[in-house]
């Protein structure tokens, strides 16, 4: 299993941004699925989780501005990013598991290889 991660950039305080993780190979059924993020100097963070019954959960930071959301066959999924903050900055993860939803990072099955995301006027 692969994950492909795709859709950051430089945008400007306020702006929008859309992140996509597709799962790629030996693929069974469906996948709970995740956003991480980490800063340099930080601790890496969960900000968005989503799981095969769509249930969802967000870091309170991104509460109303962010929105998970993923596709019928449960294998690509989107992080829709609003109003964006120079404290968004960071390289986002995107991480899967078929067994169940993961509240510790280490526990993840399959990571992607992250995409950097830049607020910054």
């Known amino acids: 299993v692969q994950l492909q991660a795709s859709g950051g950039g430089l945008v400007l305080p306020g702006g929008s941004l859309r992140l996509s993780c597709a799962i790629t190979?030996?693929?069974?059924?469906?996948?709970?699925m995740a956003w991480y993020r980490q800063a340099p100097g930080k601790q890496r963070e969960l900000v968005a989780g989503i799981t095969r019954g769509l249930n969802t959960n967000y870091a309170d930071s991104v509460k109303g501005r962010f929105t998970i959301s993923r596709d019928n066959p449960g294998i690509t999924a989107e992080l829709q990013m609003n109003d964006l903050k120079p404290e968004d900055t960071s390289t986002y993860y995107c991480?899967?598991?078929?067994?169940?939803?993961?509240?510790?990072?280490?526990?993840?099955?399959?990571w992607g290889q992250g995409t950097q995301v830049t607020v910054s006027s």
């Open positions: 991480v899967s598991d078929s067994l169940g939803f993961r509240y510790s990072d280490d526990d993840w099955a399959n």
């Open positions: 190979g030996d693929i069974l059924g469906r996948f709970h």
